[in-house]
């Protein structure tokens, strides 16, 4: 392979942002991310609104993340593309865009499995975050997905436990929706955290065997709580807001505390990194940080703008994939349920 350096565009639609990055080598040259306000006057993402809202801010997105990269179009050696998992209208706008581009500059195709890319995001080359090496557990999670998975390398992965039901990204959702907190209710569950409690009220974690995980027991122990000090109290909600908060948030950092414990002691690995749009969450930032003194855990945490739907994470596994030429024809098909 040449030593000069390989640009690759990346594109991400998955589910209801569109995003483009350049990469040079392992370095970002340029992110940018256009988010769909649309969804949350309807509590959640509306597939065909979010297709159509691809369509519109595609073109714009690449435009302006090839403008920030102080590159043209014609310098680039790869374009790099979401292949699924994800909402299928979503995947397609991006893919067919890809494809085009790619066809139209003779320029090699580059398919990328959304999960994988969550995984590898560590291997950006950015200052004062360390790259893991291998072999790691990385803990994916997010809206969709609940995942210890064990890395060997760059193409070599094997999930090793993962939910049997809702991802913990749901309970957080659901969780915020039973509290009449606005959509997405992820973050402002962790904001309210630190202002509560964390013991104020127990929830049982659920008894799952091995190092698979369930949180459809944990939503519905949340909402009969709730009814039930809210028969007793109308304000009960406001009063606790933040202590109910602190307590959800409590329970479902323990549990993927207690699977991760149970990985580590089964593979003997202790490099550990997390990924997925709910490693963003404050509180299991600290927990797995403090996880290095406590259990002598080397931890890899992503850079917070890794950690949501970006194209940067694309466009790292589009790197790899250019190096070791894992290119794709253009009858290459989205996907949106894909082989891990």
Not at 100 to 119: D, E, K, Q
Not at 181 to 194: E, F, R, T
Request: aromatic share 8%.
């Amino acid at each position: 392979m040449t030593k000069n350096p390989i640009f690759i565009l990346s594109i991400e639609s998955s589910c209801d942002d569109t995003a483009a990055a350049v990469l040079k080598n392992d370095v970002v040259l340029s992110n940018v991310v256009a988010n769909q306000r649309i969804h949350e006057e309807y509590g959640g993402v509306v597939p065909e609104l979010a297709s159509r809202a691809h369509q519109q801010n595609i073109i714009p997105v690449v435009e302006l993340a090839l403008k920030k990269a102080g590159i043209t179009k014609d310098q680039l050696h790869g374009v790099a593309f979401t292949q699924g998992p994800g909402l299928m209208g979503s995947l397609l706008v991006g893919s067919s865009f890809a494809k085009s581009f790619s066809m139209a500059l003779g320029i090699p195709l580059l398919a990328v499995n959304h999960m994988h890319a969550h995984i590898l995001a560590h291997f950006i080359d950015e200052e004062g975050f360390d790259k893991p090496t291998f072999p790691f557990l990385a803990l994916t999670i997010s809206g969709g997905h609940t995942q210890i998975v064990k890395v060997s390398d760059f193409f070599d992965m094997e999930i090793i436990g993962e939910t049997t039901d809702d991802a913990v990204g749901e309970a957080f959702d659901k969780t915020a929706k039973i509290l009449g907190l606005p959509y997405p209710g992820g973050p402002l569950i962790d904001q309210l955290s630190k202002q509560g409690n964390p013991k104020a009220f127990a929830f049982t974690s659920p008894k799952v065997p091995g190092l698979n995980f369930s949180f459809s027991g944990l939503k519905t122990q949340i909402l009969y709580f709730i009814q039930k000090n809210v028969a007793q109290n109308p304000n009960f909600i406001e009063e606790n807001k933040a202590d109910i908060c602190a307590s959800v948030q409590h329970t479902i950092i323990k549990i993927l505390m207690d699977k991760l414990k149970m990985a580590v002691a089964e593979t003997g690995i202790t490099q550990i990194a997390i990924g997925g749009g709910v490693s963003a969450n404050s509180g299991i930032r600290a927990t797995l940080k403090d996880a290095e003194q406590k259990y002598n855990w080397k931890t890899f945490i992503p850079k917070f703008e890794y950690t949501t739907d970006n194209a940067a994470m694309i466009g790292i596994v589009g790197y790899q994939k250019y190096k070791h030429q894992l290119f794709e024809s253009a009858t290459v098909v989205s996907k949106a349920r894909i082989e891990f």
